[in-house]
């Protein structure tokens, strides 16, 4: 049974950082491709940054391109999502979300291509 479990959420004020990581458990991580999503109150589920299964590719939705970064340790077993420049529609919990189909290959934004959710952890970004 393949666990996610992520952690690093948090408040922070508008402009700040954030790094988010995503434990995997039960299978290696290498096996999958990583994504990193985001639902705001209301609002529907979105896609934030996928990355290929060494980490050789990495894709970004455009609200956050160019603040955040997703990377990959397959040898601790974690994703990470770096977050900088927050503001305050960056407000969501976020979640992470493993793939093990065309998504280890290349990275997919798209939520259907993932088969692994974890729980999810809050970010708050204050004005």
Not at 13 to 22: D, E, F, N, V, Y
Not at 25 to 41: D, I, K, N
Request: charged share 15%.
């Amino acid at each position: 049974q393949v666990q996610l479990v992520e952690s690093g959420g948090g408040l922070v004020q508008a402009g700040g950082s954030l790094k988010l990581s995503c434990a995997v458990s039960g299978r290696t991580l290498s096996s999958y491709g990583m994504g990193w999503f985001r639902q705001a109150p209301g609002k529907e589920r979105e896609s934030v940054a996928a990355i290929n299964w060494n980490g050789g590719r990495t894709s970004y939705a455009d609200s956050v391109k160019g603040r955040f970064t997703i990377s990959r340790d397959n040898a601790k077993n974690t994703v990470y999502l770096q977050m900088n420049s927050l503001k305050p529609e960056d407000t969501a919990v976020y979640y992470c979300a493993a793939g093990t189909g065309d998504g280890m290959w290349r990275p997919i934004l798209s939520a259907v291509e993932y088969d692994y959710w974890g729980q999810g952890t809050q970010v708050t970004v204050t004005v």
